[in-house]
Nanobody, 119 residues
Framework: VQVVESGGGLVRAGESLRLSCAAS????????MAWYRQAPGNQRELVARITGSRSTNYADSVKGRFTISRENAKNTVTLQMNSLKPEDTAVYYC??????????????WGQGTQVTVSS
């Protein structure tokens, strides 16, 4: 299984970036997909999450600026990031999960893509 992110880079405050993620090597559809981020010295935090029914959740810090979307059949997810701020600087990770029998959750992670926002 491979989960690969793309679209990171260096932008100025107020600009936009679009992150993409695609999973390959699997025959099932994820129950949900998400984006997390981790800044130096901080713990990894949830940025946005979307389920198979396209129900979404966002961190308070990105509400109104970021939008998550997915194509269920293709196990792809994107994160449109607008009005970026220096505090959005972090490594962004793609996550896909599925529910297994007995309540167990199986997670799949990408390697991360760097987003840097200059002031």
């Amino acid at each position: 299984v491979q989960v690969v992110e793309s679209g990171g880079g260096l932008v100025r405050a107020g600009e936009s970036l679009r992150l993409s993620c695609a999973a390959s090597g699997i025959i099932f559809s994820f129950n949900g997909m998400a984006w997390y981020r981790q800044a130096p010295g901080n713990q990894r935090e949830l940025v946005a999450r979307i389920t198979g029914s396209r129900s979404t959740n966002y961190a308070d810090s990105v509400k109104g600026r970021f939008t998550i979307s997915r194509e269920n059949a293709k196990n792809t997810v994107t994160l449109q990031m607008n009005s970026l701020k220096p505090e959005d600087t972090a490594v962004y990770y793609c996550n896909g999960w599925r529910f297994k029998g007995g309540g167990e959750v199986e997670d799949y992670w990408g390697q991360g893509t760097q987003v840097t926002v200059s002031s």
